[in-house]
Every structure is written in structure tokens, then in C-alpha cells.
């Protein structure tokens, strides 16, 4: 199986990436949009084909105007704030011109989604559980990085080091779990590390998809927990060149942010050119002070160049991303309880007490970690007749350092260089008598090496491939879609001798020791869904779905053997842990009318062979040491994760939403017994609460105005790993929050646009049950242990809108 694959890789995806596009006959699209009670042209209104990736906005009389379009049937979205979406397929062949109305309304908005079908198709016809995070939303959030904005969507939460850096979690399952996708291929850069973050400029997403469960047979094994599939904006309309400046101040860690982006189309030709930069000093609490080297600084460079033509499009993607956290270590003086940092003294290394002069530094600390992520990606859509054939290639280099000797700063101990090579070819039908299909091949391959003094684990070869086919049916009001899938992995890792100063060498050196052995593991899982989605009236629907997940046990968990300085620990793998395998079982039940908007989301997870990671004891009682760290090891089981999400909106009145979400998740392993029966890193229950006015929604000076105020509670998290002291209890807490924005209007354009936003209002000191932080040194002037949570914030934000 596994040659036939690559002979696809090699033979086949090259001919049809070169292939010439068919000759289509052409034409364009255009019309007016009016509000439907009282006629009047509307301005601005995002009028979308995401099939093509490209759009147009309505002038100031609500006209609007497409070229380069194909001549076949396309999925037309039409979207304007505080009104009911509009979603057409609209035969070019037969119309060029077409006018849309639409109705002021405080319903939830239906959407098209991409992520989990054969393809484009509205969220209400899905039978898989999706979220759609607007750039809005982001844009009212107070947060340090992206994974931050959306874990605060229900059934999403975050594993977080600090500020810097947060690892997405979904209805309780992360790391390698999670696959996130960025200019259609998915993000590789160490997911199986703790303290390892995402990549990607938040700057640069337009609009996130986050698909819970399984079910997305698109992306490859390893989506065991869902999809986070993000996007950047539409291409611009044709003949117009615009942009965006944006700032962002944050007072408790000093974050200081802009991003500057630029854009145009000409006859088109498309291209957009982003640069980013942010940087924050150590963040505070009422407990800790200043939590030193929890700082970070940020950099990225994203550009496009492409072309969109009636044949389909052909965009090449490139981007830089430079990030500098702290590593905190939260070590502190055992009699004031204040932290300590490392410090040279007459070329012994030493130790001193930080100051607040410390904590609002933005210059790096020790130890700290060097992360550089370059990325390249080729997709194209070429449309075959009424179908069309996706094509991506992609590139990316993950270059990760630490430093950690104050005695030597400029030289790194652990550098891991990855290299990932991607690619997707798929097919999809055309849309006939109700029937939606698509079919292709993807997967990368993987080189890694480790070009540091230091080692955690092996050097090694990935070889991932997978072919999948996916089908859907609208029969009235069901939509019936399923799919299967077959991956097949292959993973090397290479032997490593070190000598007696721990330096690599060979097998033939007598004081070699065997410090990695190679071995080599082939994985295969298959992978499937099937559901229905029913609109049982306009106002109510309800999904069922069952789907099976696969992930391969990623290169930490096989091989590990060292001191992981980001994690303070040191981790042992197992080379013969076998694949998770998972059976999902997912029922959604929702409502929308005028005045209230309510949806529950049940599920029901069995995971075979599940990892994760436990602290082992010594043989005389307490902590096994290694190397003078605690020592954790990866080991599996049976378990069962159930639990859902419940979301009401109340809106007497347009412009009064009073919106509220419960999200719950429970994990177990099978047949153990109390200490061990709960898995770690299992997210508390969490109740959110948020009351928001929307004001002068069409206003001649002030638009799209809100004021909201809200409660974010956790609830104690009181089922925990207990066993070996690996876990421990968490408290509940309750976190108040606040905002205000809006954009600020001269003569129908939008001047700029302005959100101030304050989190943790009341001040309170607390621990998220997923902080690492939570299990550092013990204050022993208070008796607490490890660092908490970021205190009081408040954040200002500035998006001012280029247009020449």
C-alpha cells in the first residue's frame, strides 16, 4: 500500500499540478443589495464565492460587481452585521445579474463552512459539530496570542506556559490530537511538546473554523480531537488596492502590538504583503508579583501572490515567524518566597532575587527558547468541467532552540530543525440531483534532526500518506454525509552514541553509551463518518453523527529520553506504544427564531490505547529522580471522554443579546481505580455569561457600536490524576470582563475602528487547572505552590483601514 502511495506522490501529483487548465468560458457577476423592509441600498456588505476565494463589497449605492467568474454553478454568500446571511447556488450559465435582500436580524447567523464536507456547504446542513470564530469576535478579545482568543468559545480550552504560549485543547484532548491548518495544510512545529505553541500570526486570520470530534476525513490521522482550520481574508475585488493598520496595548504585561497589511488586484493579478510585531515584559499577580521570564517578543512577515481567473486560481503563500519566549522556571528564595533568576558571578553560575525592574523588562531572560517557523504553500483550483481539481504543496522548517547557561547565553543546549514537506490532491464532483462528492490523497513527510548539544529525542523519518473519499446527500430537508479514510505512517528514528562529555560520536568509540536506539514503526488506522443533519422546521434541526478517529503515536511519546528544559522534567517514551484508535458518537439539537437562539451539543468518546504522560516514584517512596528532575514517562489506556456544550442567546430585542454557554467534559480511564481513574490535563466545567447592547448599528458618525459585560466561571476541577503526585486539585473561579468598540464613520467610510476591553476585573488570583505553571516551586512564605494566572488587564485596540 505504501508504494502505491508513493507512487502516486512522485508520478501522479506532479502531472496534474502542471497540467494546463481546461479553457473556460467566462463571465461576472453583479447586483444590489437592499434591506428588505425598507429598500435601501446597503453599504459595505461582503458579497463572498468561497469556492474561488474571492468577493466583492457593496459602494455606496449597494451594487456590487464579480469578474473572472466561470460559467457553473457557485455558492454565493452574502453577510452584513446585524442581518440574516443569505446563501444561493447561483447557475452563471444562466445569470450574470443578481440582486439580494436582505433582513435585519438577531438570530445566530448560518454560515458556510468548508472544514468537515465534500465541500462549501451551510453550517445548519453539517452533521458534525463546527464553531465559526469571525474576525470580529477576535477582535474583541483581550488576548496575548491566538489560541487565547478562541478559548473562549465553548468546548475549547488552552494549555498555557505563561503568556506566550497556548496549546489549543478541544472537549478535552490536545497536543498532536489537535490538527490546526493555515493556508490549507496543517501546521507542523513540535505539537507533541508541552511548552511548544502554535506558529502563526494572529494578525493574519481572517475567520477560524473549529470542527470538534473526528469527523474531518480531509486533513489526515491525528485529528483525533477536531480541526482548527484558519483563514486569511478574501482576495480583494478586482482594480482596488487596500489594507489595515493595526495597534494593540495591553497594561499588565506591557504588550505592545501592530501589524501593518497591504493588498490589490489588478486585472487579477492578486497579492498581499503583512508584517507583524509584538512584545510583552512579564506578566502580574496579586500572589506572585511579577512572574518572571513569562515575556515574549514576536515577529512575522506573511505575503500572497497569485492569480484569479474563470479557470480557478493558483495562489503561492509564503510566510516568517520569529518567536523569543521566556522559559519560566518559577524557582524562588526559600525563605522570602520571591523568585529568583540565574545570574554569572566570577564565572560561577549563580543566583539573585528579581525586582520589579526584572518583571518590566522586554530583553529576554534565562533560560529562554528561540522558535523561527518558515513556510511555503502552492494551492491551486482548476475547475474540470462543473468540477474541480485542489492542489497543494506545501513547505515548512521548524528551527527551535533553548538557551539556558548564563555562563555561555549565546549557546543553545536542545535544537530541533524540522523539516515537513505537504501535500493534498483532491477531486470534487459536481453537485448533481442532491448529491456532493470528493475523493483524493494526502499527507508529508518529515526529516528531523537534532543539531544541539543536548538531547530529548532521536533524530528521525515520517512518512505519512492517506487516501479518503467523502459523499454527501441533501434529500428535502436531510442532508445525509459520510466518508472513509486509510492512513499509513511510517516512522524511523536513528541511533544515537554519546561519549563521556556527552558528545555524539560513534558505535566503535569504547566510551560510547547507547543513548537512543533506532527502531522503526509502520502505523495504520482507518478512519470514518457518517451522519445526518435535519432541519425538522425553519426554527428547529438536529444532527446525529458517528465518526472513528486514528492517531499514531507522535516522536515524544515513542522516543524520548532526556531533560526537557521546557517542561522542568525528565521524559521517557515507549517505542511500542500502538496507535489510538476512537469511536465518536455526537447529537446536536438546536433553535433559532427571532427572539432566542439555543443549541445543545452531546457527545460520547471511546479511545483505545490512550497516552499520556505520568510522573513515576522511586522504589523507596517518593519522587523518582533523574538527572535532578522529577521524572514522567509515557504510558496508555483504555479511557471514555463524554460531555458536551449547551448555548442560549436571549434577544428581546435587535439589539439586546444576552448570550450564555456551559461546556463539560469528563474523562476517565477504564477499569482503574480511584487515583488513576480521571485522565490529566482534562479541563474544568465552564459557565459563561455575556450581556451585550449593540448600538448605533447604522449610524452617520459612530457603526456597529457595542457594550458587553460577562462572567467566565471555571468550576473546581475535583477529578484529577492523583496517583504519583502527577496532578493535583483546582479551585473554581470566576473571572469578570468587560468591553466597549465600535467604528468611528466620515462621509459612509469607516475612519477607523476602536475596542478597549478589560479581563479579570476583580483581580483575582487563580490557576487554570491546564497551567503548567500550576505545579512549580513552593512559596514558602505563603505556603503556595507553583504561579498563578495573569491578574487585572485591560486592552486597548486600533484597526484603521487603508484604501488608495
Not at 518566597?337 to 545570574?343: E, L, Q, W
Not at 463518518?529 to 458517528?546: E, P
Not at 482534562?682 to 447592547?693: E, F, H, S
Request: glycine share 10%; aromatic share 12%; with cysteine.
Amino acid at each position: 500500500m505504501q508504494k502505491r502511495l508513493i507512487f502516486i506522490i512522485l508520478y501522479i501529483i506532479p502531472a496534474l499540478l502542471f497540467a494546463e487548465p481546461l479553457p473556460l468560458a467566462k463571465t461576472s457577476l453583479k447586483g444590489v443589495v437592499t434591506d428588505k423592509l425598507t429598500g435601501e441600498p446597503l453599504i459595505g456588505v461582503a458579497v463572498y464565492i468561497p469556492e474561488l476565494k474571492t468577493g466583492a463589497v457593496t459602494d455606496d449605492k449597494g451594487s456590487y460587481h464579480i469578474d473572472n467568474l466561470p460559467k457553473t454553478t457557485l455558492i454565493v454568500q452574502v453577510t452584513y452585521v446585524g442581518h440574516q446571511s443569505v446563501i444561493e447556488a447561483i447557475d452563471l450559465r444562466n445569470s450574470v445579474t443578481q440582486n439580494f435582500s436582505l433582513v435585519e436580524s438577531s438570530a445566530k447567523i448560518d454560515e458556510v463552512v468548508v472544514t468537515a464536507t465534500a465541500g462549501s456547504t451551510q453550517l445548519v446542513r453539517t452533521p458534525t459539530p463546527i464553531a465559526i470564530v469571525p474576525h470580529t469576535d477576535l477582535l474583541r478579545e483581550a488576548s496575548t496570542n491566538l489560541m487565547d482568543a478562541l478559548a473562549s468559545q465553548p468546548g475549547i480550552s488552552q494549555i498555557t506556559t505563561g503568556g506566550g504560549i497556548s496549546k489549543p485543547v478541544i472537549r478535552g484532548l490536545g497536543y498532536n490530537r489537535v490538527v490546526v491548518v493555515n493556508d490549507g495544510i496543517r501546521q507542523e512545529g513540535q505539537q507533541w511538546g508541552d511548552e511548544h505553541g502554535i506558529e502563526i500570526d494572529e494578525q493574519a486570520v481572517n475567520k477560524a473554523e473549529i470542527l470538534k470530534g473526528p469527523a474531518s476525513l480531509m486533513f489526515g490521522s491525528d485529528a483525533m480531537a477536531g480541526v482548527i482550520n484558519l483563514f486569511s481574508a478574501p482576495t480583494l475585488p478586482e482594480g482596488k488596492i487596500a489594507g489595515n493598520f493595526y495597534a494593540n496595548y495591553q497594561t499588565n504585561n506591557g504588550l505592545m502590538a501592530y501589524s501593518l497589511d497591504l493588498a490589490g488586484n489588478k486585472k487579477g493579478f492578486i497579492w498581499d504583503l503583512r508584517y507583524s510585531d509584538k512584545m510583552a515584559h512579564d506578566y502580574k499577580n496579586k500572589y506572585d508579583g511579577y512572574v518572571y521570564n513569562s515575556r515574549f517578543k514576536e515577529q512575522a512577515l506573511t505575503g500572497l501572490i497569485g492569480i484569479n481567473k474563470e479557470w480557478g486560481y493558483s495562489h503561492l503563500t509564503f510566510s516568517t515567524y520569529q518567536l523569543t519566549p521566556g522559559i519560566v522556571e518559577g524557582a524562588r528564595d526559600s525563605i522570602s518566597g520571591k523568585f529568583i533568576k540565574p545570574v554569572a558571578l566570577k564565572g560561577v553560575e549563580g543566583s539573585e532575587l528579581v525586582n520589579n525592574a526584572d518583571g518590566k523588562s522586554y530583553s529576554h531572560g534565562m533560560p529562554y527558547q528561540q522558535v523561527k517557523h518558515y513556510k511555503a504553500v502552492w494551492n491551486n483550483s482548476i475547475f474540470i468541467g462543473d468540477g474541480s481539481l485542489k492542489t497543494t504543496i506545501g513547505f515548512q522548517q521548524n528551527r527551535r532552540q533553548e538557551f539556558g547557561d548564563v555562563l555561555n547565553p549565546d549557546q543553545y543546549g536542545l535544537y530541533f530543525l524540522l523539516n515537513t514537506v505537504n501535500y493534498d490532491v483532491h477531486y470534487m464532483l459536481p453537485q448533481k440531483n442532491g448529491w456532493s462528492a470528493s475523493f483524493g490523497v494526502n499527507g508529508m513527510y518529515q526529516h528531523s534532526m537534532n543539531k544541539g548539544t543536548e538531547f530529548l529525542v532521536p533524530e528521525y523519518n515520517l512518512f505519512d500518506a492517506g487516501i479518503f473519499g467523502i459523499a454527501s446527500k441533501t434529500i428535502g430537508r436531510f442532508d445525509i454525509s459520510g466518508g472513509i479514510r486509510f492512513d499509513n505512517r511510517h516512522e524511523h528514528a536513528d541511533d544515537l552514541y554519546l561519549n563521556s562529555n556527552d558528545e555524539k560520536t560513534t558505535v566503535s568509540d569504547p566510551t560510547a553509551y547507547h543513548r537512543f536506539t533506532a527502531f522503526t514503526n509502520d502505523f495504520g488506522g482507518i478512519t470514518g463518518s457518517l451522519g445526518a443533519a435535519w432541519r425538522i422546521t425553519d426554527d428547529f434541526h438536529a444532527k446525529f453523527n458517528l465518526s472513528r478517529g486514528f492517531r499514531a503515536p507522535n516522536i515524544g511519546e515513542l522516543a524520548s529520553n532526556g531533560v526537557h528544559d521546557g517542561t522542568v522534567r525528565y521524559e521517557i517514551g515507549d517505542s511500542n506504544l500502538k496507535p489510538e484508535t476512537s469511536l465518536q458518537a455526537d447529537f446536536q439539537l438546536g433553535y433559532s427564531s427571532r427572539y432566542l437562539s439555543a443549541e445543545v451539543d452531546l457527545f460520547v468518546n471511546r479511545i483505545n490505547n490512550y497516552i499520556f504522560s505520568r510522573k513515576l516514584n522511586s522504589t523507596a517512596g517518593g519522587d523518582s529522580i533523574t538527572n535532578g528532575y522529577q521524572t514522567y514517562k509515557f504510558v496508555s489506556g483504555d479511557a471514555r471522554i463524554m460531555g458536551g456544550e449547551f448555548m442560549f442567546d436571549v434577544h428581546p430585542f435587535d439589539c439586546l443579546h444576552i448570550e450564555n454557554s456551559f461546556s463539560y467534559v469528563n474523562s476517565i480511564q477504564l477499569n482503574q481505580p480511584d487515583s488513576t481513574r480521571y485522565l490529566p490535563m482534562t479541563p474544568a466545567p465552564k459557565w459563561k455569561t455575556d450581556v451585550r447592547l449593540d448600538i448605533l448599528r447604522h449610524g452617520n458618525v459612530l457603526r456597529n457600536g457595542y457594550i458587553n459585560v460577562g462572567v467566565e466561571s471555571y468550576f473546581a476541577q475535583n477529578h484529577y490524576y492523583e496517583a504519583y503526585g502527577t496532578e493535583t486539585r483546582t479551585p473554581g473561579y470566576s473571572l469578570l470582563y468587560a468591553g466597549i468598540g465600535g467604528d468611528v464613520i466620515h462621509k459612509g467610510h469607516t475612519l477607523f475602528s476602536l475596542y478597549l476591553t478589560g479581563n479579570n476585573l476583580t483581580d483575582v488570583a487563580y490557576q487554570s487547572h491546564l497551567s503548567r505553571l500550576k505545579y512549580e516551586d513552593v512559596n514558602n512564605a505563603t505556603g503556595r505552590t507553583g504561579g498563578y494566572n495573569m491578574g487585572r488587564n485591560f486592552s486597548i485596540k486600533l484597526l484603521v483601514p487603508i484604501n488608495l
